[in-house]
């Protein structure tokens, strides 16, 4: 296919969060958009993708993906294929994808993606191997975490799976530091010489919270006015971390302050911005966009992270669930002022000379129109 020939394309999406996953969805839909493709989105309608899809005039189209409905869902998305004619159909989490690829496969769509974000181990079996090596004929992963072990897995030939990480918009205006740490200071009513690290993160018990919580507790008995800030939205969790708070009398250290639509103003307010998950990331959005803002990130050894961090080279790195590993980490940032700001500067380059959109929307275009 000429590369040049404007593509119509289908992605579906199960999942009613929003998380680095569906803001990938939502900004390689912006990319292709902008490029003159045709974007359509298949989603549930309660879904925060559906909502900003609609809200930003793409098609949208109503489906819940669910386990049970599978068999209806093939029928449904046999009728959106066969109507809508795209030439590719890109499948993101389990139910939509089983749904899609074998509506796709059934009606010789051209290109069949399957995309895989995060480093949960697939397993080996009939029904998992069927999908990865016939329902779709091109793999799209975010992280090379998630490639290997898959190809490895299912025997895949190299030109089926590829690792295209997130892009980052980096035409955003970069916030003020000291203006964002005022807004901070004000929102939280603290005196000016408090101190932050903080973490931006869905509310997920795999994302490492509470061992975040004691690797603070350790770091704060050595470093005066240093508050904690996580920022983020997930009401079983939350519910879990407030608990904690309450139990360890943390009230007025450790700081909740929710979803925000917008989070660079906290990142830029953090001394030292941090991902502590114990397993299942693929290469997160919050370290890089973080990193492209010249901040100082700290993450665990786990999936994609270690791929994007290189140990006292563009972050630090601890380990997953040691809370003193992390804590070491964290006052090293702390403490090490020239440290922490070359950190800061190697990261913010080496993330504007590899993850722009258009650098790998470009890549991930060459292989659909292939």
Known sequence: MSPDKKLKIIHTEASPHWGGQEIRIFEEMKWFREQGHEMILVAPDDGTLYKRCKQEGFQVIPVYFTKPRTLLNVLIMLWVLWRLKPDVVGTHSSTDSWAGLTASYLLRVRKRVRFRH????????????????????????????????????????????????????????????????????????????????????????????????????????????????????????????????????????????????????????????????????????????????????????VGGIPEIITHEVTGLLAEPGDEKSLAKQIQKALENYELANRLGENAELYVRSNFNWDMLGTRLLSLISD
């Open 118 to 301: 995060v480093s949960t181990k697939v397993r080996k079996n009939f029904l998992n191997g069927f999908q990865y090596k016939y329902l779709a004929n091109l793999i799209i992963t975010t992280g090379d975490c998630i490639s290997t072990p898959i190809s490895d897995i299912f025997c895949l030939q190299p030109n089926t799976i590829h690792t295209i990480p997130t892009g980052i918009s980096l035409n955003e205006k970069i916030p003020n530091k000291e203006s964002c740490r005022k807004m901070l200071l004000d929102e939280l009513n603290l005196s000016n010489e408090s101190r932050f690290i903080g973490q931006v993160s869905v509310l997920r018990s795999w994302k490492g919270l509470e061992e975040l919580i004691d690797a603070y507790e350790i770091v704060s008995k050595r470093i005066d006015s240093l508050h904690l800030v996580i920022v983020g939205e997930g009401p079983p969790m939350r519910k879990v971390l407030e608990d904690k708070i309450t139990k360890e009398d943390l009230g007025s250290i450790v700081h909740l302050v929710g979803h925000k639509e917008n989070p660079l103003p906290y990142m830029r307010a953090f001394d030292a911005v941090i991902l502590s998950s114990l397993k299942n990331e693929g290469i997160p959005q919050a370290l890089l966009r973080a990193m492209s803002l010249g901040s100082c990130v700290i993450g665990t050894r």
